[in-house]
């Protein structure tokens, strides 16, 4: 066979498979029940999320880029440092510093053995890990505080429920070795911002639950007071009086509210330091005009606290645990207890999902739109030599900053423009066969439907004044 001939043969081939593979192409649908039985008959078996999984869609990107680029900001312009700690750690490391009698020990943690028989777990949150890398990378011999932030999955294996997931995501800011009452405000304005930037009204609620002594004096006092009470409690409210007294604050049972009314309050427990550094807090945030509800039932679930405690919720909401969106606290005494030497700290951690859903309720009750980041013109092709020269050019106009939108799958005009109207793109690119071969392409102005022949070396620059780029 002749060089042009096994050409010829193997283009002929190409053309086969690619008519094939088109054919064969067939358009994604999810499987009715009957076609799943015909798989499973087949031996096919169809998968399904664990419990308490999700899969974040891409109808969803727009609000997780919204939290996440809002967050990257923030860090970025009160200084916190990203760090990423894994997945997987030792459980001990969360047993020891959440504290065993919380729900988090007690119920929630992923724990397992690994191959080596040594026990481990997924990280249930991210302060532990957070700290222990703080003394491990020796960063308490740096010039203090040290500022970090994380986003990353969190596990817990919860009863799954509206806003209760096995995997979600946190996003987290710690400060470690300043024990200032201004870090405690930082924190929260921070967690105010987060929110107020991607358009959520929400409602702080602060409280100050002291140190371990003082915490220790007032668990008796509640302890003493709900033990005389215990006929009017419901079922959860005994245990609570046993295992972990605080949680008491926490009972959202009709039954339990009138003795909850009576109970001691903690404030009144807290010794005149702690008294002090929780009105600075309170001054500080009145200086920073960032709003806050006083509540003294505010606890907390994990051990390590110490001094202020702090919750978001939606400005709407009622503000049960479950709407909680994030929450955070000092926590002075953890890093020490932590094997590190005693470094006052204080952070906090929100909850992405939760904040995904309260914005997507907020929006639609409000009516409004989330801003997206639109591309700055669309690409329409006409024609093989069309899309393939389109394409070079979509990508070295990326390179000069400019997004451009386009959907290869179409071919006629009409429809490209009308997607690039659906988008609200206001320029489109017209590259037909005729431009290809004239070196020019049409840039149609989409509000006045006026078009402009221009040379594609001149595109780039034309494109940028008409977007107000140059
Ligand atoms: P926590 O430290 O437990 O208060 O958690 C902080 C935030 O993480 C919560 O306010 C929620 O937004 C989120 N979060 C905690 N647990 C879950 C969960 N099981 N599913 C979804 N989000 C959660």
């Known amino acids: 066979m002749t060089t042009m001939a096994k050409t010829k043969k193997i283009k002929a081939e190409k053309k086969k498979t690619a008519v094939k593979a088109k054919t064969e192409k067939k358009p994604e649908k999810k499987e009715s029940k009957e076609e799943q039985a015909a798989h499973a008959e087949r031996g096919k078996k169809t998968y399904n999320l664990l419990r308490g999984m999700h899969d974040i869609l891409p109808k969803d990107e727009k609000y997780w880029k919204n939290f996440f680029h809002t967050a990257e900001n923030l860090a970025a312009h009160f200084q ?7 997945i997987v750690e030792e459980a001990g490391l969360f047993i020891r510093s959440i504290g065993r009698g919380t729900d988090v020990v007690d119920k929630e943690m992923y724990v397992f053995e690994d191959r080596d028989g040594d026990k481990v777990c997924l990280r249930p949150e991210a302060t532990a890990s957070v700290v222990r890398a703080y003394i491990l990378h020796g960063m308490w011999n740096m010039p203090q505080p ?44 921070q967690a105010h911002n987060f929110y107020t930037d991607v358009g959520l009204p929400v409602e702080i609620h602060v409280n100050s639950i002291g140190t371990p002594e003082e915490r220790q004096r007032y668990k008796t006092a509640l302890t003493d007071f709900y033990r005389a009470k215990r006929s009017y409690l419901c079922d959860d409210c005994k245990q609570r009086l046993h295992k972990n007294p605080l949680r008491l604050l926490d009972c959202k049972q009709e039954r339990c509210q009138p003795v909850k009314e009576d109970a001691p309050q903690i404030i009144d427990w807290l ?15 009145d200086e920073l005009a960032v709003p806050y509800v006083l509540r003294s039932t505010l606890v907390r679930g994990l051990d390590y606290y110490t001094r202020t405690v702090f919750e978001v919720y939606p400005a709407t909401g009622e503000g049960s645990a479950q709407s909680a969106l994030g929450g955070g606290g000092r926590y002075d005494l953890l890093v020490e207890e932590m094997g590190g030497k005693p470094m006052p700290a204080a952070g906090l951690a929100l909850g992405i999902e939760r ?8 929006l639609e009750r409000t009516q409004t739109k989330i801003i997206l980041e639109k591309a700055d013109a669309f690409m329409a092709q006409l024609g093989d030599q069309a899309r393939r020269r389109a394409l070079k050019m979509i990508n070295d106009l990326r390179h000069s900053g400019l997004r451009i939108d386009y959907n290869f799958a179409k071919n006629s005009l009409k429809s490209q423009l009308e997607t690039a109207n659906g988008m609200q793109l206001p320029y489109v690119l017209i590259l037909g066969q005729k431009e290809v071969q004239d070196g020019t392409i049409i840039i149609r102005d989409m509000e006045s439907g006026v078009q402009e022949i221009v040379d594609q070396k001149k595109m780039e620059n034309t494109l940028k004044r008409k977007l107000g780029k140059v």
Request: aromatic share 14%; charged share 25%.
């Open 271 to 285: 010794s005149e330091d702690s008294k002090n550094h929780f009105m600075k807090v309170l001054e500080y945030l």
């Open 355 to 362: 904040s995904v859903s309260a914005l997507k309720q907020h």
């Open 146 to 189: 040290i500022k970090l932030w994380y986003w990353g999955p969190m596990f817990r294996y919860d009863r799954p429920q509206a806003g209760r997931f096995r995997q979600f995501m946190q996003v987290g800011f710690e400060t470690i070795g300043d024990p200032d009452p201004s870090v405690d405000a930082e924190l929260i304005l």
């Open 80 to 86: 916190f440092n990203r760090i990423e700690t894994p």
